[in-house]
């Protein structure tokens, strides 16, 4: 057998071997430790939730590797197993990571942390490496095997987590989906019209490109957000209850600008408006393209604030004013008749369980984390609906994003207060508040 320091490597011989995951066994002040294993691809990421063998999901779908038993020895050691047939092993997966998780405590208190692998056809130790700088760690990645030039090798990793497994588990790519509770949410209880299919869902061909390049787009902002998000701080709010003091996160009250022309024109918003965000609220008379933006410090269009080509219809939307120059704004209309209302988010109506609307809109939800179920009803064929949530410090998250002729579909609904805001969603449209479901990826049944 060879023991190997952090960092160093060596290959590993043989087709399957068995891996131990050794420490003392707990109790007197040491905690309970779970053994897992994460499949990883070229680029260190896992490819679904499925790459991550630990307590909940014993085997690979591959049969690559498997969490076998527990075994304890009379010196009060206990070892969990793994088993790695690279045989099968799928050509996407490069490296299987070995980690270790606490969720009693950290691995400071685990003495004798150490990895072994033997292999299973002639039970000779291949590779021993010994954890000796644990300290506040609540999850640690002890080694990894790794392809190059055809064969295998083992590396001796060391590195600590303070996020327990499900942080670790998340930094490779796992997300932790309950298959179980998407299931049960998925379909809508709203009654189903007499022109809407029992199954919203339409072949990807069938919807038109220009529509799934936005919900691409729109996911992958998405997706940039949450990698450069950092941590949520918790509001500090005022010594004031209820939906005002909630507003009061967003912006400051100040006094209602109205204005109304024809066709086009820009606008500059002649009322004192502090710093946060602002709702511009527009309707119009008639039918054709109907736009507003607003403007930036080069004269610009800058923030999509409405943009319909519905009869009589206008937007509701959130901007993030940064209070250094007069707000201005650009209408783009043929001719018609509409008037542009600049309000505080005081004015802003509350989502309070479920809402209807039609149109562009903005909602301020206070409630707790739960589920929103958003639907869409619309004459005009495909549309692409899509809704987000904003937090006072401009964090986004998307709550809906969907094309097809009758768009609905179910998100995480984040802590309020957020401003929950319908970026497309031309015509008549229904949210309703859920409570979370509880997420039985990661829940355990027992030890």
């Known amino acids: 057998m060879t023991q190997i320091i952090k960092g160093g490597n060596l290959p590993v011989p ?35 939730d499925g790459d991550l063998v630990f307590y909940n999901q014993p085997a690979h779908a591959s049969g690559a590797v498997r969490l076998l038993e527990q075994v304890r020895d009379g010196e009060r050691r206990v070892a969990d197993w793994l088993e790695i047939d690279t045989a099968l092993v799928e050509p996407g997966v490069q490296r299987i990571a070995i980690t270790a998780s606490s969720e009693d405590g950290t691995f400071g208190r685990v003495p004798g942390l150490h990895i072994r692998t033997i292999s299973a056809g002639t039970g000779e130790q291949l590779a021993l490496y010994e954890v000796d700088d644990a300290s506040t760690e609540t999850a640690f990645v002890l080694g990894e095997f790794y392809r190059r030039e055809g064969a295998w090798k083992f590396r001796a990793v060391g590195q600590g987590w303070d996020s327990g497994l499900v942080g670790l588990a998340e930094d490779f790519g796992i997300v932790g989906r309950d298959p179980e509770a998407e299931a049960e949410v998925a379909p809508d209880d709203e009654p189903v019209h007499d022109d809407e299919p029992a199954s919203s869902g339409a072949s990807p061909e069938a919807i038109p490109e220009e529509l799934l390049s936005k919900v691409r787009e729109a996911e992958a902002a998405a997706g940039a957000a949450s990698v450069r998000a950092t941590p949520r701080v918790p509001v500090q709010r005022p010594p004031q209850t209820g939906p005002q003091s909630d507003a009061e996160l967003f912006g400051q009250d100040f006094p209602e600008f109205v204005r109304s022309g024809e066709g086009k024109a820009d606008i500059t918003v002649d009322v004192p408006i502090p710093a946060g965000y602002v709702v511009v609220e527009s309707t119009r008379r008639g039918d054709g393209y109907f736009a507003v933006h607003s403007i930036d410090g080069k004269g610009d269009s800058d923030a999509l604030l409405a ?141």
């Open 307 to 447: 943009n319909t080509v519905m009869k009589d219809q206008g937007a509701r939307r959130v901007l993030r004013y940064d209070g250094k120059a007069p707000l201005r704004l650009r209408v783009s209309a043929y001719g018609e008749p509409w008037t542009i209302a600049v309000r505080p988010v005081s004015t802003v109506e509350i989502l309070d369980g479920t809402a209807e609307g039609r149109g562009s809109d903005v909602l301020l939800y206070t409630g707790p984390a739960g589920l929103l179920s958003s639907r869409l009803r619309t004459r005009l064929g495909f549309e692409w609906f899509n809704v987000h949530g904003y937090e006072p410090d401009g964090r986004d998250h998307l709550l809906a994003n969907e094309a097809s002729r009758f768009p609905r579909e179910t998100r995480p609904l984040p802590e309020g207060p957020l401003l929950v805001q319908l970026v497309s969603a031309d015509g008549d449209w229904t949210l309703k508040v859920r409570p979370p479901k509880e997420n039985r990826f990661w829940r355990r049944a027992s030890r």
């Open 14 to 48: 043989g087709q399957v071997w068995r891996v131990a995951v050794v420490r003392q066994a707990a109790g007197d002040g040491v905690p309970e430790v779970d053994a897992s294993a994460l499949l990883l691809d070229a680029e260190g990421r896992v490819r679904g």
